[in-house]
């Protein structure tokens, strides 16, 4: 069957093994000096692991893989401990994976494994989780009212430049001479209310996403690019809270030590509400 399925990219991992005890599924191990997936049986597709590689050499792909089997992870995931268990079962519940989850439950119940439902249910999303895909419903939580009068005229953009993905962009474009870039996460824009005013007025702007876009190698050169031959003066890295987000900071980091130019790299962490929670220069 073809379904997702995570893919290490062999010439960028360097074998750190920070990725292995993040899949809580053991379907990676570290097999001479490198990170390897030794089971489709073992990878659910979703993710976990990517946030946790500092060299991006994790990504998604899709393509023909046994079926995931949730009854065999439980199996192979028994022996590792009660915390182990807990953490595997709150990944898939952060992933609103529930017919996965109930057979976990299921299996450990026809095994006289006792785990409360209701802790796997009611618990914070953990460390090791993917929280960058998890389901968050902000509808729950009160909005603060703007009264905007829809007779106002509409609040102009800030926006200098198209195209504005990262992929699309051409580095040596004029607006890139000389200019004060942003490069932000794809989702950062829709978290904050004020983004154009705050991040993007005065800035040419590219957008990419580290966990889903594919040959971010070509994002490394193109920002290195910029920086050496358009010669940009800055880059604010403007990200999202999650920890897959931290590839993008990474990326910049590795373009300017490639390009030979230090120019000023600022990082700004974001809420999944759009409040700024960190924020300083690299």
Not at 93 to 101: A, G, K, V, Y
Request: contains cysteine; proline residues 5%.
């Amino acid at each position: 069957m073809k379904r997702k399925i995570i893919q290490i990219d062999e010439e960028k991992c360097t074998g750190c093994g920070l990725c292995i005890p993040n899949c809580h599924e053991g379907a990676m191990q570290l097999i001479d000096g490198k990170a390897r997936l030794i089971s489709d049986l073992f990878c659910d597709g979703l993710g976990a692991c990517i946030g946790h590689c500092p060299e991006g050499a994790i990504e998604i792909i899709e393509r023909e893989a046994e079926p995931y089997d949730e009854r065999k992870v439980m199996e192979a995931m028994i022996p590792k401990g009660r915390n182990t268990i807990m953490a595997h079962l709150d990944h898939l519940r952060d992933h609103n994976e529930t017919e996965f989850l109930q057979q976990a439950i299921n299996y450990l119940k026809e095994n006289n494994i006792m785990i409360n439902p209701e802790k796997i249910t009611d618990a914070p999303h953990g460390e090791c989780g993917c929280p960058g895909s998890a389901a968050r419903d902000f509808n729950a939580e009160p909005a603060v009212e703007t009264h905007r009068n829809a007779s106002l005229p509409a609040v102009p953009s800030q926006l200098r430049q198209w195209p504005v993905q990262l992929h699309l962009l051409n580095p040596q474009a004029s607006y890139f001479k000389n200019a004060d870039v942003l490069l932000a996460a794809d989702c950062a824009a829709f978290a904050m209310g004020n983004f154009h005013d705050r991040f993007l007025k005065g800035k040419s702007l590219a957008i990419a996403c580290p966990k889903l876009d594919s040959n971010k190698e070509s994002y490394i050169q193109k920002l290195s690019s910029m920086i050496a031959d358009t010669k940009i003066n800055s880059l604010t890295v403007v990200m999202m809270e999650v920890p897959c987000c931290g590839g993008l900071l990474h990326m910049a980091q590795t373009a300017r030590s490639n390009s030979g130019r230090n120019i000023p790299i600022k990082q700004t962490i974001v809420s999944l509400q759009g409040e700024v929670i960190e924020e300083e220069w690299t």
